[in-house]
């Protein structure tokens, strides 16, 4: 079994600066990870995946995420902040048909 | 191509009764899921089907029953609400191993009072 920890509950940065929501995972296996964003009063949305190709993913929206596995993390990071991006990030861990979140990141940006 | 459809999107119960949340997906995936959302908690998993005539219990299974009626349809019943069972509720399909991706529903806002 998989699960999933997300650092910080709460992220908060100033428009234009970067955004970085930390997330680890424990698996006896590789994993798929996933990062998804729901904005307020929204369903769910893919940012991006990795699935064991390139480490450095990209995903929409200008985000990407770095797989580690020595560090057994899948952080998200953004160059610049948009008042857009204040939503709610899940990190997903899966195996085969084994998904489990992590408990969920609120970013708010700061004007 | 509809995606995940989930019904009812609100719902409001007296504690004690009963009720079945319908998903359907047209994406002929196997893997079907039920997780409710609660602040701070994420997204926890109710019961899971990973293929047609099979369903395993998730994290928080109790109150709760499904039914993979096809392998389009997987279909969540609670059989006397609880205001503990306050929550919003979604369904999901994953496309994997190959194409991994969750497909969710969008969601059921559940109010036992």
């Known amino acids: 079994a998989q699960s999933v920890t997300q650092l910080d509950s709460h992220v908060s940065v100033s428009e234009g600066t970067p955004v970085l929501l930390r997330c680890n995972y424990s698996s006896s296996y590789s994993p798929s990870l996933f990062w998804y964003v729901q904005h307020p009063n929204k369903g769910l949305q893919l940012l991006l995946k990795?699935?064991?190709?390139?480490?450095l993913v990209k995903g929409i929206n200008g985000f990407e995420a770095e797989f580690k596995k020595s560090e057994t993390s899948f952080h998200l990071t953004k160059p610049s902040a948009h008042m857009s991006d204040a939503a709610e990030y899940f990190c997903?861990?899966?195996?085969?048909?084994?998904?489990?979140f992590g408990a969920g990141t609120t970013v708010t940006v700061r004007a | 191509n509809a995606g995940v459809t989930q019904t009812p999107k609100f719902q409001v119960l007296k504690t004690g009764q009963s009720m079945t949340l319908q998903c359907a997906q047209d994406m002929n995936h196997n893997s079907m899921y039920w997780y409710r959302q609660d602040p701070g908690m994420g997204l926890r998993l109710i019961y899971y089907s990973a293929s047609e005539g099979t369903t395993d219990k998730g994290e928080v299974p109790n109150g709760y029953n499904v039914s993979r009626l096809n392998k389009r349809e997987f279909s969540l019943r609670l059989e006397s609400a609880a205001p503990s069972q306050t929550s919003v509720y979604f369904c999901?399909?994953?496309?994997?191993?190959?194409?991994?991706?969750?497909?969710f529903g969008s969601g059921t806002q559940l109010s036992v009072l």
């Open positions: 999901a399909s994953f496309a994997g191993p190959s194409g991994e991706k969750l497909f």
């Open positions: 997903v861990a899966g195996l085969f048909y084994k998904l489990s």
């Open positions: 990795y699935t064991s190709a390139a480490t």
